[in-house]
């Protein structure tokens, strides 16, 4: 075994690749195990959610009281942490060890302190703020909603607390941590709403929220603490501070933009009918699963690539790989925006028509589905050509185009509002999005000197004539006339086989056109974990509402 020899009496011996190669493994596959469980338990405390309260006002209430707490983590989080990151791991690339930890010393004491008097101030003066939020909300849900609403305000503090945490955690390579954190939350909250409904009602799913964040936070402390650099310090004169005021500018106004386009829909939703809220909820939770899975773990493999290539002016370099990314992109969610579209009803009704949830708020979820999911697409592109961006070190454009994208929204919304109600919300968002990633992929193009317009189209026409065969089998499917007996069984396995047929003739076509993303869409998946990439902070959904 090589040994090194320090001094004459002090020897380090390499652990042997074998065993650095089974940690490794090892490592790799618990993070695909927590990030899986992380989805999973996510949608199934959606599930759980639409098992008690359906789309019932109460779970209304509820998703308008979430709004402020889940705008705050957007900004804090996604913000701050983007910009902490970077200036952090300058200082640790340098040896500055000791720099770095008082710069994230400081960074957490001020963050603590300044959340902790935003959540007093949330919670003292939510009867003045809720009202606008909910303005269409009757008097007796206005008040439940501002109750509802200081309950949650403490939980900003944990749950941004949790992101840096997370950072700190990524820096210094312990991933297991960090990816428990979706698996702690979600599972809290699963626990109290199926433990405590009978007896609290909507209130086992708030107290449930605010527990499960406090958890994610309290899974990351002991990792933490063992690094032994915390300290409760404030350092106002470090230099590190002012850089990442410099970069937290622009960042602060991209994410608040953002968060607006939900404050606007909770805000036009709260004058519609009971349910709808709920109902807009559902829909984009299930148009935004395959995104979470797929175009997440895409954008962060190909991060680094972008950024390296940029770094040596390798420009045609950066080109190839936006292209391969937005390639990736359409393999995915063309047939994903197919498959929500004809099969909105019965996947609605199989994933979650029991309980509280009857079959008028199907009907109701399933008739938004389609007008949520024709944006996915860019939904998934904004992602990788958000990335392309700052890894071109570009950011006053992408701020530019998001403030844009919001106010476009909101346009679109007071036009469609009154005809096609929550309909008419959740097309604003898809075009608006829509818009937002064509004018990203023109500066895209000009950051990188042209894109291989070619090789986009001639990707993207294969992939729909794969949908459209797929869409025709579902077609054929449905046809027949085939209904599963009213069990959850029953609907799971008759959707499950729908869905396996569908994808049998999509992959059938796509071998038989030669579609090369095929095997590339599931290297690129296994990559992220094998290098132990974990999602950017602000491509994680707030864990809220």
């Known amino acids: 075994m090589e040994r090194i020899r320090l001094s004459s009496h002090l020897r380090v011996v390499p652990q042997p690749r074998s065993r650095r190669r089974v940690s490794i493994a090892a490592s790799t596959l618990f993070i695909m195990g927590a990030t899986f469980s992380s989805t999973l338990l996510g949608f ?253 773990a895409i954008a962060t493999v ?53 309980g509280t949830f009857q079959a008028s708020a199907t009907d109701l979820t399933a008739s938004l589905l389609p007008y949520a999911a024709i944006g996915l697409i860019a939904l998934a592109a904004n992602v990788v050509l958000t990335r392309c961006c700052f890894a071109c070190r570009e950011t006053i454009w992408p701020v530019t185009i998001s403030v844009v994208t919001v106010v476009v929204n909101v346009l679109l919304s007071l036009v469609w509002l009154p005809t096609l109600g929550a309909r008419g919300l959740l097309l604003a968002n898809s075009l608006s999005q829509s818009m937002q990633a064509v004018l990203l992929l023109l500066v895209v193009a000009r950051l990188v000197s042209g894109i291989d317009w070619g090789a986009l189209l001639q990707s993207s026409g294969k992939v729909i004539i794969c949908s459209l065969a797929m869409l025709a089998a579902l077609g054929w499917i449905g046809a027949l006339g085939v209904t599963p007996e009213p069990t959850l069984a029953s609907r799971a396995w008759f959707l499950f086989g729908q869905i396996a047929i569908a994808a049998t003739v999509f992959v059938a076509i796509a071998r038989m056109l030669g579609v090369e993303e095929l095997n590339l869409a599931w290297r690129t998946i296994v990559a992220k974990f ?16």
């Open 530 to 545: 094998e290098r132990n990439l974990v999602s950017p902070p602000e491509n994680r959904e707030a864990p809220i509402a």
């Open 44 to 296: 199934l405390r959606e599930v759980v959610s639409a098992r008690y309260y359906g789309t019932r006002w109460e779970m209304d209430t509820f998703l308008a009281a979430a709004t402020i707490p889940t705008i705050l983590f957007g900004v804090f989080n996604g913000a701050l942490v983007s910009a902490l990151v970077p200036t952090f791991s300058e200082y640790l690339a340098h040896h500055k060890e000791e720099e770095a930890w008082r710069l994230a010393n400081t960074v957490l004491n001020l963050l603590a302190i300044v959340l902790t008097t935003c959540a007093i101030v949330g919670y003292f003066t939510a009867r003045w703020y809720v009202p606008i939020i909910a303005h269409g909300f009757p008097a007796p849900q206005m008040n439940v909603a501002v109750r509802m609403t200081r309950w949650l305000m403490p939980s900003i503090v944990a749950v941004s607390l949790s992101g840096v945490l997370s950072a700190m955690l990524n820096a210094y390579h312990r991933f297991r941590a960090a990816a428990l954190v979706g698996v702690a939350v979600n599972t809290v909250t699963i626990l109290c709403v199926v433990l405590l409904a009978h007896s609290m009602g909507i209130y086992a799913l708030v107290l449930g929220t605010a527990l499960g964040l406090t958890a994610q936070m309290l899974v990351q402390l002991p990792s933490f603490l063992t690094i032994g650099r915390y300290r409760p310090t404030i350092d106002l004169h470090h230099p590190g501070l002012r850089k990442i005021w410099l970069l937290l500018g622009p960042i602060i106004v991209g994410s608040a933009a953002g968060q607006l386009a939900l404050f606007f829909d909770r805000f036009f939703a709260s004058t519609l009918a009971p349910g709808y809220i709920a109902g807009m909820n559902y829909a984009t939770k299930l148009v935004n699963f395959p995104q979470q899975i797929f175009a997440a």
């Open 302 to 354: 190909i991060f680094p690539l972008l950024a390296a290539q940029f770094a040596r002016e390798n420009r045609r370099g950066v080109a190839r790989s936006v292209v391969t990314g937005l390639r990736l992109v359409n393999f995915i969610t063309i047939p994903s925006v197919c498959a929500l579209v004809a099969l909105a009803h019965p996947m609605v009704q199989a994933l979650f028509e029991r």
